[in-house]
């Protein structure tokens, strides 16, 4: 079950980087249009892993 806790961690870390590493590229003008979006989709990872977080932590209570 660490195991899969783990994963799942490490694989929102990854998508999370992968994501600024992706929206830190293009041009001043299209950097600058889209800093919105960067701020709501790091918004919407930082909400979606808290929330996986406390899903775990459920499933284990409850669970294990």
């Known amino acids: 079950m660490k195991i899969a806790i783990i994963l799942v961690i490490v694989i929102g870390i990854i998508a999370l980087i992968g994501t600024m590493l992706i929206a830190g590229k293009g041009d001043a003008n299209y950097r600058e249009k889209t800093k919105r979006n960067s701020i709501n989709l790091t918004v919407i ?5 808290l929330l996986s977080l406390i899903a775990v932590g459920v499933y284990i209570k409850m669970y294990a």
Not at 45 to 49: R, W
Request: glycine share 0%; net charge neutral.
């Open 45 to 49: 990872y930082a909400v979606v892993i």
